[in-house]
């Protein structure tokens, strides 16, 4: 499956921002859709997940202020941002993940997010 990851942009503090995640393909086999991101001169890290099941997960940096949603009908994976802060500045990109016969991950492209001061 391809993915590409768009939405990103230049936003002020507590300014908020939607990624889209479109998926080539039904994303309903997949066990668990997700946003990265990776700041300049850190590594990657995980922000939230949404596996098949509905169960979210998020990185304590971001809870209460970001929600990830999965539509499986329109094979598109969101991240809804809100009270942004200068930290949430960062490239973000879309994961899926398969659990059959063996870990299979996908990554999109990256879309970036600037939140100025």
């Known amino acids: 499956v391809q993915l590409q990851a768009y939405g990103g942009g230049l936003v002020q503090a507590g300014g908020s921002l939607r990624l889209f995640c479109a998926a080539s393909r039904s994303i309903f086999s997949m066990n668990v859709m997700g946003w990265y991101r990776q700041a300049p001169g850190k590594q990657r890290e995980l922000v939230a997940s949404?596996?098949?099941?509905?169960?979210?997960n998020y990185a304590d940096s971001v809870k209460g202020r970001f929600t990830i949603s999965r539509d499986n009908d329109k094979n598109t994976v969101y991240l809804q941002m809100t009270s942004l802060k200068p930290e949430d500045t960062a490239v973000y990109y879309c994961?899926?993940?398969?659990?059959?016969?063996?870990?299979?991950?996908?990554w999109g492209q990256g879309t970036l997010v600037t939140v100025s001061s």
């Open positions: 994961n899926a993940e398969r659990y059959y016969r063996g870990n299979h991950a996908y």
């Open positions: 949404a596996t098949s099941g509905g169960t979210t």
